[in-house]
């Protein structure tokens, strides 16, 4: 049986937001903080410097799966969730988040070659949407994603990918996905999810050798880079962009 040939040139791009394209300044661990204090968790002590460091060692994970690990029962983790999605969206309201550098001309550069973009987060919906609010992001990507809108599971699940392939319908077989994001679970949840390039971006969280152990096809300086890779013809994995 012969396969029906697929536009190599058109792929579905599927980007992380904290990190990737934007800058938060360190507003996960600050927001953390506040959600924290209301468990009871106080600055200072062994157990909040165990769980800020989990923190830090899961970005990219969906925050209520973080807050069901840390406090245990599902109604402490609900309101762990709430206290921290209420602190960030003052932070954002704030004015204290901003794009990364080159990121909106690289989405839309990427649109403009003809590619489907798909902005995905770890947030709750209601912090997604202030932040592409405060940002004007509202129209910049063909689609936005939480867990929520994937069935509940966040990355490392290829959950959110794999929605974003189901609901553009862009592309024909999964290895035409791009997916980038500047997390170990970032690159997981792409590899998992069967995307053919897996970009690791050194704006965030992970340094090049947690993306790359983890299973980065490519690490850029930064996802503006991402347009230039993507029009190179067929890059093998482990090429970077020169």
């Not at 697929?6 to 360190?26: F, I, K, S, W, Y």
């Not at 402490?76 to 969206?89: D, G, Q, T, V, W």
């Not at 792409?190 to 050194?202: D, E, F, K, P, S």
Request: glycine share 12%; charged share 20%.
């Amino acid at each position: 049986m012969t396969e029906t040939p697929t536009d190599t040139n058109r792929r579905l791009v599927v980007l992380d937001m904290a990190g990737t394209t934007v800058a938060d300044g360190g507003l996960v661990e600050r927001a953390f903080e506040h959600a924290a204090g209301r468990l009871g968790v106080e600055p200072g002590t062994p157990a909040h410097a165990e769980k800020l460091q989990y923190v830090r060692d899961t970005m990219g994970e969906s925050k209520i799966s973080v807050f069901r690990h840390l406090f245990g029962t599902e109604d402490r983790a609900r309101l762990a969730n709430s206290a921290f999605e209420e602190a960030y969206a003052e932070l954002v309201d704030g004015g204290l988040v901003a794009p990364l550098p080159g990121a909106r001309a690289a989405v839309e550069e990427l649109r403009a070659a003809g590619h489907t973009v798909a902005l995905t987060t770890g947030f709750a919906r209601v912090t997604q949407d202030a932040i592409l609010a405060a940002l004007g992001w509202q129209d910049l990507a063909d689609l936005t994603l939480c867990p929520a809108d994937a069935g509940g599971r966040g990355r490392p699940y290829p959950d959110m990918v794999l929605a974003a392939f189901l609901r553009t319908g862009a592309v024909a077989d999964v290895r035409e996905t791009v997916v980038a994001g500047d997390t170990a679970y970032d690159m997981l949840s792409g590899r998992r999810a069967g995307a053919g390039i897996v970009a690791g971006v050194l704006t965030g969280a992970h340094d090049r050798a947690t993306l790359t152990g983890h299973g980065a096809t490519h690490v850029l300086d930064s996802v503006a880079a991402l347009p230039a890779l993507l029009a190179l013809p067929a890059l093998p994995a482990g090429t970077e962009p020169s």
